[in-house]
C-alpha cells in the first residue's frame, strides 16, 4: 500500500520575511501549476529508508485534470492503480484481486495527485511554501500546515515551467522520489479514465 501513502504524494533567495516568502512562493507555484489544466506523463519512483537504502523502485503513467480528477497507474510486477473522479478514490490491487475505496476527503487533499490536479486556490491555506529559482529550474518546499499528514516534507521541481520531479520525506526520514517525463500538458483526456468499475469476483474495502 506504499503507492497509496505516498500519493494519497529551502529558504527563498530574497531578503523577505517568511510571510512575504510565503506568499510570492504561492503566487509562483500557483501560476506554473494553472499552466496545465490537464497533464499526462511517464514516471519513475524511487523509495529509500531513512539509511539511503532502497526499498522499492517502480515506473508507470499518470493524467490529472483540473480539479481533483486523477489516474496514477504503476507497471507490473507491482501493479496498482489509483484512480479518484473528484469525489471518491479507488485503490485497485490486480494480484490481490482488492480495491479500496474512501472519500476524498480533507487528509487527501494535502497529498501530491491533488496539489497537482486539485483546487489552486487551497494551496495557501495547506501549505508553508518557500522557493528558490534559478535559471529554468524553480524549486518548491512544501510543509503541510496540517499534522494528520502523509509526509512532512515535498519538495517539487519545474524545470523549463514543467512540472519535472518531486520528493517526499515522511516522519521516519523515509524519501520518495518521483521523476516525470514525457509530460504532456492541455491534452483532450476521456473523462472515462478517471472513474472505475468494480472487475467482477474483487474484494471491496471500504473505508
Do not use: C
Not at 492503480?81 to 484481486?97: F, I, M, R
Not at 472515462?192 to 468499475?197: M, S, V
Request: proline share 3%.
Amino acid at each position: 500500500m506504499r503507492l497509496f501513502r505516498v500519493l494519497l504524494l529551502s529558504a527563498v533567495a530574497f531578503a523577505l520575511s517568511p510571510a512575504q516568502a510565503d506568499e510570492r512562493s504561492i503566487q509562483r507555484l500557483t501560476q506554473l501549476l494553472d499552466r496545465a489544466q490537464t497533464l499526462t506523463a511517464r514516471f519513475s519512483q524511487l523509495s529509500l529508508d531513512g539509511s539511503g537504502t532502497q526499498l522499492q523502485e517502480t515506473s508507470g503513467e499518470m493524467a490529472l485534470k483540473r480539479p481533483g480528477l486523477f489516474r496514477w497507474h504503476t507497471d507490473a510486477p507491482q501493479e496498482q492503480l489509483l484512480v479518484s473522479n473528484g469525489k471518491t478514490v479507488w485503490l485497485y490491487d490486480p494480484d490481490l484481486e482488492q480495491v479500496t475505496v474512501r472519500s476524498l476527503d480533507q487528509r487527501l487533499t494535502h497529498t501530491p495527485a491533488l496539489l497537482l490536479s486539485g483546487d489552486l486556490s487551497k494551496i495557501g491555506e495547506n501549505f508553508e511554501i518557500t522557493h528558490k529559482e534559478a535559471g529554468g529550474v524553480v524549486d518548491f518546499i512544501l510543509k503541510p500546515k496540517s499534522k494528520d499528514t502523509l509526509f512532512d516534507n515535498l519538495r517539487l521541481s519545474f524545470r523549463d515551467g514543467v512540472v519535472n520531479d518531486m520528493q517526499l520525506i515522511d516522519g521516519v526520514g523515509q524519501r520518495t522520489n518521483i521523476l516525470f517525463f514525457g509530460v504532456k500538458m492541455n491534452q483532450s483526456l476521456d473523462a472515462a479514465q478517471f472513474d472505475f468499475k468494480v472487475p467482477e469476483g474483487t474484494d471491496v474495502i471500504q473505508e
